[in-house]
């Protein structure tokens, strides 16, 4: 069997959309392979729930690749790596088409779309609609997170540079508090908060102090254990559990441990961090 075939093995494909996902997540790792060999992850880490999913194993898909690079560079481009990940998937014998996303508005994000026909995947995906990976690069990051060497054996063997948990954690609860989708409630960040908080992942507050202040959502220097928390609370009161449901079922084989969630459950969970200061 070929290397794609053993990959593409893994997953279930008795569902269109358990087809899609087992896809795209190997879409995932054969990018990171080609970020790897381009050298990409000397200069950043990997990150988001995606990172999650494939280094720390949580147990739902994930659709974006998010990185951030080391140290700042506002002039950081992805190009020069389009064609070291480009060369991965012919390796595979893969054709993809990689390119940049136009901003409409100056950010420190740079961003691309990475692009694979599923007529090219047909026997993988039954000829379902193209798949889309989303990667960003975070070139102005905020610092003071640590990372880790994480190996991921396909298509080959090769280890990719990631946050740490407690990072992750606070990356993770800086989306949860202040992502601003109006009507729309990213139940992803609830299945994300619940399962570090039941692996016991200890909360970076001082990074989650530096993201909050770099995207303005804190002035002062300082967070006190007892005001995240009310933040939390207030989050937590304000939320529509159903939307929340909703938005993450499409992402998990089974969607029944979603059952318990509430206000009450959440809140619970809540009391239930642990935090560290870096």
């Known amino acids: 069997m070929s290397v794609l075939g053993q990959m593409l093995e893994k997953y279930d494909t008795t569902t269109v959309e358990g087809r899609v996902n087992r896809l795209r997540e190997v879409m995932q790792e054969v990018a990171l392979a080609g970020l790897y060999r381009g050298g990409f992850f000397d200069r950043a880490a990997f990150y988001g729930g995606t990172c999650l999913r494939i280094f720390y194993g ?95 054996l396909e298509p080959f063997s090769f280890y990719v540079k990631c946050f740490g948990l407690p990072d992750l954690f606070a990356g993770k609860m800086h989306a949860l508090l202040f992502r601003n989708w109006k009507s729309r409630v990213k139940g992803r960040d609830w299945y994300d908060f619940e399962w570090y908080v039941r692996k016991g992942v200890p909360l970076n507050l001082s990074h989650f102090v530096s993201r909050a202040q770099q995207s303005g959502h804190l002035m002062e220097s300082q967070l006190s254990e007892q005001d995240f928390r009310q933040q939390l609370k207030e989050r937590i009161d304000s939320l529509d559990v159903t939307l929340a449901q909703s938005d993450v079922s499409r992402f998990m084989g089974n969607a029944d441990a979603l059952k318990i969630w509430s206000p009450q459950y959440f809140h619970q969970l809540a009391q239930r961090i642990i935090m560290s200061r870096g």
């Not at 990185?67 to 070291?84: H, I, N």
């Not at 390796?91 to 961003?111: H, N, R, Y």
């Open 58 to 152: 949580l147990p739902r898909f994930s659709e974006d690749l998010d990185f951030s690079l080391l140290t700042s560079d506002a002039d950081f481009s992805l190009v020069p790596y389009f064609r070291a990940v480009m060369a991965e998937f012919l390796s595979l014998g893969l054709d993809v088409d990689i390119s940049s996303k136009k901003k409409t508005v100056q950010t420190g994000i740079e961003s691309a779309f990475l692009k694979s026909d599923t007529r090219l995947f047909s026997l993988a995906v039954h000829g379902e609609k193209t798949v889309k990976i989303k990667f960003e690069v975070d070139t102005l990051p905020p610092l003071g997170f640590s990372t880790e060497e994480k190996l991921l």
